[in-house]
């Protein structure tokens, strides 16, 4: 009889937790369909804060298909409202202030599109969320199918005090920024007009800053911890690899924490194990999860996306040399190096970069890639050191 309940038990909390958030499976005829995709994951902090319309070219692989012309409203439960204007296509902005965002009131989201139909979201609380007590790294060794595959690099960490009962789920948004270096040398350029000359300091760039999203999904139930302090929530692993640099000459690590109500929690954990399955995170909303938006007068169109509110808390943490990591270049990285005669040079071949560098007295100069002796061409990359840094 035991086994017997502890089974029946097991199935109802699967039946429980699966059914917030439901998949489905097209038709392949209804792959391309042009379906709406509203994303509005909107904060408790004062500011511009923006909610994307676009449509899916198909449901399965979707892509940014901007949709102009919509109207956006946020109506908080007592009928105030706020309205979003459209800053470019399928981007819609509004200064929300401080009065505005309650936390412990409810907010809905309403679109009206340009053929005028009318969509709707679900309310949702604003919450308040648990402040980050400490964010901190430790350094790792990874290791994957052999010893021989294992990687040293660090790990971040979080700690965060759970002492209200009102925190019922958070999720955790993670931004890395490093500095890049290229290697330190003379630059030229053979020009489209079949110039060549040296590239000035100016527009030889050899320091970068590069910012990226971390795709990895993080989010966590807080209902049935102890009150008191939850320590280390693990993050990402951060692997050193000589030619990235990330970790050679200082990295940081920029978390948002949030808080989330059950239905939201139950959609990002369906998103996490979507992206799991298909190998990556898409850019756009997947589509196998259905939105808590709705198309007022037809139940039956499909939408994707999701609407929220959330509490927020942030912190930053930087990792400048940490020990016990071996943080040398990779030695022939980008510098010029003897090559074979190249055949006819046409203007379609042009620009072409060069890189000199002085060995034991001899000079040494070939062709390099742009990203050799402009590290701006790196995804994400600016010259520009941020003001945080």
Known sequence: MCKVFHFLLL????????????????????????????NAHLTDQSGRQVIEISRSVTLLYPSADPVSGSYAQLIREDGEFREFSEE?????????????????????????????KEYESDFDKLRPVPEIDTL????????YETESDSTDGIRFF????????????????????????????????????????????????????ITNRLKEIHSMSLKYLDFGIYIKKP??????????????HKYSLLVKQYSMGEDAFHYWNEL???SQEQGFLFDRQPALLKSNIRNVNDEE????????????????????????????????YCHPSIRGPRGPVTREDLPI??????????????????????????????????DFW
């Not at 202030?97 to 340009?114: E, K, N, P, R």
């Not at 003379?186 to 007009?193: H, S, T, V």
């Not at 169109?301 to 943490?317: N, Q, V």
């Not at 970069?353 to 995804?379: A, F, P, Q």
């Open 158 to 209: 979080v700690d965060f005090t759970y002492d209200n009962e009102t925190y019922e789920y958070i999720r955790w948004e993670l931004t890395e920024t490093y500095e890049f270096h290229n290697p330190d040398m003379e630059a030229f350029i053979w020009d489209k007009d079949f110039s060549y000359y040296m590239l000035p300091d100016t527009s030889n760039y050899r320091i970068c800053y």
């Open 235 to 248: 993050f990402a692993f951060v692997p050193n690899i000589q030619i990235e640099q990330k970790l050679k």
């Open 272 to 274: 996490k194990k979507t």
């Open 11 to 38: 199935t109802v909390l699967c039946c429980w937790f699966t059914a917030c958030v439901e998949r489905y499976y097209p038709h392949e005829d209804n792959l391309k369909t042009g379906t709406l995709v509203i």
């Open 301 to 332: 169109e499909i939408i994707l996306g999701f609407f929220s509110m959330a509490g927020t808390a942030e912190e930053r943490a930087f990792a400048e040399k940490p020990e016990g990591l071996d943080l040398s270049l990779l030695p022939q």
């Open 353 to 386: 970069y060069y890189g000199r560098i002085w060995s034991e007295g001899v000079s040494l100069r070939s062709e390099v890639n742009h990203h050799c002796v402009d590290c701006r061409e790196y995804k994400n990359s600016t010259h520009i050191m941020p």
């Open 88 to 116: 470019k296509p399928g981007f819609y902005g509004c200064d929300l202030d401080a009065a505005f965002l309650q936390t412990g009131m409810s907010y809905i989201l309403h679109v009206i599109t340009a053929e005028g």
């Open 136 to 143: 901190y790294y430790e350094v790792e060794t990874a290791s």
